[in-house]
């Protein structure tokens, strides 16, 4: 059964650029979420989505968006990016929103803005 | 606010002693509680779980601890090997209104060193 996939592994934006970054759940997971991770502040919530639908928003500025497509494939977008955009973005999924449902984590999206 | 945190942010173990990596959390409202090992460029790997009515779960070479007393979370490894040589971190579901969603409020992490 494959893993949580998220695509593309690497890239480098320029500020005021936007990026989108895709993450394709474990087969028959419904639930995703997505997390930042950077050195200093470390692993933050971003954003939930689940049947197509946001059920949970972390602090997080306007610029960065998700969505969730009816095959729970989904998106994040970073518009404006700015330098302190950089990080490791992962992607996690499960199976639906109740508690014990284990989260599974892809390898993530190394952003580098310059 | 909402926060996990760990007591200790590097532990340097020998090769076949027992480790044990330390977790405090705030929110008594949680439910859910995952340990999670992350190698370098990769994404966490779940490694165990617990939910707030255990206050014991083992796994192969690991156990977790809960005490919903003083909100405090442990993950023993035993017999610990180089490959488990990473930054582990524990993490606790706390969506708002007390419903779970995916929503995880991490730790620091803890950077744990095998020495052969």
């Known amino acids: 059964k494959a893993g949580v996939t998220q695509t593309p592994r690497y890239l480098i934006k320029t500020r005021g650029q936007q990026v989108t970054l895709s993450c394709s759940p474990i087969?028959?997971?419904?639930?995703v979420s997505w997390y930042q991770q950077t050195p200093g502040q470390g692993l933050q919530f971003l954003f939930e989505?689940?049947?197509?639908?946001?059920?949970n928003k972390g602090n997080f500025p306007g610029r960065f968006s998700g969505r969730q497509f009816s095959n729970s494939r989904s998106e994040m977008n970073v518009s404006t990016l700015e330098l302190g955009d950089s990080a490791l973005y992962l992607c996690?999924?499960?199976?639906?929103?109740?508690?014990?449902?284990?989260?599974?984590f892809g390898e993530g999206s190394w952003l580098t803005v310059v | 606010g909402e926060s996990v945190g760990l007591h200790l942010p590097t532990l340097s173990v020998q090769e076949g002693d027992n480790s044990i990596i330390n977790c405090a959390y705030s929110?008594?409202?949680?439910?859910?509680f995952i340990w999670y090992k992350q190698e370098s460029g990769k994404g966490p790997q779940f490694i165990i779980d617990?939910?707030?009515?255990?206050d014991k779960r083992q796994g192969q070479r690991v156990t977790v601890l809960l005490n919903k007393t003083v909100k405090h979370l442990s993950l023993q490894i035993a017999a610990t090997q180089p490959g488990d040589s990473a930054v582990y971190f524990c993490?606790?579901?706390?969506?708002?209104?007390?419903?779970?969603?995916?929503?995880?409020?991490f730790g620091q992490g803890t950077i744990l060193t095998v020495h052969p």
């Open positions: 993490a606790e579901n706390s969506s708002p209104g007390g419903t779970s969603y995916g929503k995880l409020t």
């Open positions: 087969s028959g997971h419904r639930s």
């Open positions: 989505y689940f049947s197509e639908t946001q059920r």
């Open positions: 929110n008594s409202a949680s439910d859910y």
């Open positions: 996690a999924s499960s199976q639906g929103p109740d508690s014990g449902n284990t989260i599974y």
């Open positions: 617990i939910r707030s009515n255990m």
